[in-house]
């Protein structure tokens, strides 16, 4: 699985926190963010927690990131 960077802006608990780079990865061409990896017995990485992107706000972007998404993202953790 190729995991690229994107830069958006993140969403927790409908409050915009900030711009954050975060994992990119593509599930049957649907763009995902990866907020959170787990470990499996085998030694490999699964994404634990998600969330899918419209690919028509995806667009190609350069420096730290190689993508950028115009619209926040809610975080899909949870937290206490």
């Not at 963010?33 to 899918?52: M, Q, R, Y």
């Not at 690919?55 to 972007?61: A, I, V």
Request: aromatic share 12%; charged share 20%.
């Amino acid at each position: 699985m190729d995991v690229h960077k994107c830069w958006h802006l993140l969403e927790r608990n409908g409050q915009v926190l900030g711009h954050f780079i975060t994992d990119l990865i593509f599930i049957n061409d649907v763009p995902h963010l990866v907020f959170e990896w787990e470990s499996t017995d085998g030694g490999n990485e699964t994404p634990a927690a998600i969330a899918a992107l419209d690919p028509q706000h995806l667009h190609k972007f350069g420096g730290a990131a190689e993508y950028m998404y115009e619209f926040p993202v809610a975080d899909t953790r949870k937290f206490n």
